[in-house]
């Protein structure tokens, strides 16, 4: 499995990013689709997730609202938009795939690259 994050950038405080994540090489039926993020000198940390089959999402509790995470099963890739971003959402962005679920970054099996994403205040 191949993972392909993309759409990280610079932006300012409360300006939107929407983030994507081409998933290649299996069906991804019957897994879940995270994204994780890690700030400098920080631990990897979970932002949101979602079940392929059913669409059900999960949101840390510091995005909800403002973050959304979709699916595009005919495209077999995940998006997450970023709404109303400030300066604590700035790390890279890693999107990665579990058979199991969960918040934690062990549960995940397969991972992206990671995109930069840098809110100015």
């Known amino acids: 499995v191949q993972l392909q994050a993309s759409g990280g950038g610079l932006v300012q405080a409360g300006d939107s990013l929407r983030l994507s994540c081409a998933a290649s090489?299996?069906?991804?039926?019957?897994?879940?689709m995270g994204w994780f993020r890690q700030a400098p000198g920080k631990e990897r940390e979970f932002v949101a997730r979602?079940?392929?089959?059913?669409?059900?999402?999960y949101y840390t509790d510091a995005v909800k609202g403002r973050f959304t995470i979709s699916r595009d099963n005919a495209k077999n890739t995940v998006h997450l938009q970023m709404n109303s971003l400030k300066p604590e959402d700035t790390a890279v962005y890693y999107c990665?795939?579990?058979?199991?679920?969960?918040?934690?970054?062990?549960?995940?099996?397969?991972w992206g690259q990671g995109t930069q994403v840098t809110v100015s205040s």
């Open positions: 990665a795939l579990s058979s199991s679920g969960g918040t934690w970054p062990y549960s995940y099996d397969y």
């Open positions: 090489g299996r069906t991804l039926r019957g897994y879940v």
């Open positions: 979602i079940t392929w089959r059913e669409g059900v999402t």
